[in-house]
């Protein structure tokens, strides 16, 4: 009786919390996420992304994680500093990672089951949909942190002006996740500033906005935008700023997929599926041609949908900002998900609007159009499911990363102590000739270096003990020779990942591999996406003497 009791209090205080009655499905649905989610992120080993800001945590300096790293990794410093809280004080790398995302997605969660005026049967869907579920709860990453920012904003859309330092926290949450956020966060503040102005001369304009507490709550959400924006300003050798800024792909074909082939890319269809930065994707010409058709499509009944409820200024303005930015500047095939974060926010404050004018969300709408407004989202929510349902199915079946699988092999055999070395950067042309190399680049060490409390790599970072992620820092070439000649004069490195490109350092040698090393191990590697994954395999080489110490035997 007392355990009933307990329960009908909590389910008393959930009704409260939400924003429409709510009753035990949608608690039991937000307890089925978590375990659901635990579940999967048991099978899921973090890759480099996620290794990468965990090593920048647990090895940079306070200093370097707020002043310098963020310029290289275009990411404000608030996630790393998050991390950094349990990475100095020695907690595990892959339970922490998991522990902290599964907290911060059980609390966005939360707010999408009782909070977000969607019908219930959408609502209690969502959370098991690709990206809420797989691409921001399995894969530990700070858009988390974003979706959260985005779901609050909407949560508070209507009450801007009266409680305007509340919206602003929301935005400034949404700033301190990412470079994204930073420019959705001015998008919503400017269609903000535009509906504040709609009837009022340019002189009372400027008056209502200079008087209040939203002045100064708009003048604290920019000051802290500035901050954020200085602290990832690229430096004139960040590598993904100044490294092969044209591409492969026009900068039109970018814009043209921004603006429309990448909204049907985040809810039902599949146009871009390269693993590749945008401006370098392989595209398939027809999938891109019928996602920017489908795209155009969405984009269209958005402004239909938005002019009902008028809420398009609150759509093309931080949806103008992020094509823009995506396509000129960065983009790759994982931030698609922010894309349809926002969307959820646009859809709530939509939804709202037409219940503070009294109506529900379709009404006033033709009934024809009702019947493709449902259609529109049963499709999106049952395609989302279904790439959920084959992104855990591959995840549960494949193994998405090898650090780990290498770093136990290593360590049955003794041979972490020799270090290892892997691929470096470099490019050539179609008769053998390099024509670009960076010493720097040396991203396939970062989730080894995870499972180690030193750089296990012994040519990323000269090997600096606690130097143990990547710098994103393009060198000099004169610095590139001088690390090539210390590689040199290490003489044949004992292991490698991968076959390195030895010739470079020893050219007097013919079939280095051949000759000195035996392949030991091969590790798979499965990178997911969707209801697919892009499969790449690696070898793990030791040389002969060192084979023959251990009594290693060649890989079958």
Not at 378 to 384: E, I, P, Q
Request: charged share 15%; proline share 4%; glycine share 6%.
């Amino acid at each position: 009786m007392k355990e009933n009791t307990a329960f009908n209090k909590i389910i008393c205080s959930l009704n409260r919390f939400n924003a429409h009655k709510c009753g035990t499905l949608e608690f039991a649905v937000l307890c089925f996420y978590i375990v659901a989610l635990s579940a999967m992120m048991c099978f899921h080993e973090p890759w480099y992304d996620e290794a990468q800001a965990w090593l920048i945590a647990r090895d940079g300096s306070w200093s370097e994680i707020l002043f310098e790293i963020p310029h290289y990794e275009g990411h404000p410093p608030f996630w790393y500093v998050v991390l950094a809280v349990f990475a100095k004080v020695g907690a595990d790398f892959d339970l922490t990672l998991k522990l902290l995302t599964l907290a911060l997605n059980t609390v966005a969660v939360a707010l999408l089951l009782f909070k977000m005026p969607f019908p219930r049967t959408v609502r209690l869907l969502l959370p098991f949909t690709y990206f809420l579920f797989y691409q921001h709860g399995v894969i530990c990453r700070p858009y988390s942190i974003l979706l959260i920012g985005f779901l609050l904003a909407a949560i508070l859309w209507q009450q801007k002006n009266e409680k305007p330092f509340r919206f602003c926290l929301a935005l400034m949450l949404m700033c301190s996740s990412s470079a994204y956020g930073i420019i959705f966060a001015g998008g919503i503040t400017l269609a903000w500033l535009w509906e504040l102005k709609e009837g009022m001369s340019f002189s009372g304009y400027i008056r209502a906005l200079l008087k209040g507490t939203r002045f100064y709550s708009l003048l604290t959400l920019l000051l802290f935008a500035l901050v954020n924006i200085a602290s990832i300003l690229p430096r004139s050798d960040t590598f993904a700023a100044s490294y092969g800024l044209s591409g492969s792909n026009p900068l039109p074909v970018r814009i043209l997929y921004m603006f429309t082939g990448s909204l049907a890319d985040a809810t039902f269809f599949s146009a871009y599926d390269d693993y590749d930065e945008l401006r370098y994707a392989v595209f398939n010409i027809p999938k891109l041609v019928i996602g920017c058709v489908l795209g155009a499509c969405l984009l269209a009944f958005i402004f239909y949908c938005g002019k009902k409820c008028k809420t398009n200024h609150a759509f093309l303005i931080p949806f103008a900002l992020f094509a823009l930015f995506s396509g000129i500047v960065y983009f790759y095939l994982q931030h698609i998900d922010v894309l349809l974060q926002f969307l959820l926010f646009w859809a709530c404050i939509s939804v709202k609007e037409r219940e503070k004018a009294g109506e529900s969300a379709s009404e006033s709408f033709f009934p024809a159009f009702k019947g493709i407004l449902w259609g529109c989202i049963s499709v999106c929510v049952a395609v989302s499911l279904y790439w959920n349902i084959g992104a855990c199915y591959n995840e549960v079946i494949y193994q998405y990363g090898f650090a780990q699988q290498l770093s136990d092999y290593l360590d049955q055999y003794g041979l972490s102590d020799y270090g290892v070395m892997v691929r470096w950067m470099q490019l050539t042309d179609d008769n053998g000739m390099v024509t670009y190399t960076n010493t720097n680049q040396t991203v396939n060490g970062v989730a080894l270096n995870a499972y180690y409390d030193t750089n296990v790599v012994v040519n990323m970072n000269g090997g600096v003990a606690d130097m143990t992620y990547v710098t994103h820092r393009i060198p000099s070439e004169e610095e590139n020779r001088s690390v090539l000649e210390s590689w040199r004069e290490m003489g044949l490195p004992e292991i490698t990942f991968d076959k390195c490109q030895l010739k470079t350092l020893f050219p007097e040698y013919r079939d280095i591999y051949v000759q000195y090393y035996t392949s030991v191990l091969v590790l798979p590697e499965y990178h997911l996406w969707k209801g697919g994954y892009q499969y790449s395999e690696h070898r793990l080489y030791v040389r002969n003497d060192i084979a023959r110490k251990h009594f290693l035997q060649p890989e079958e």
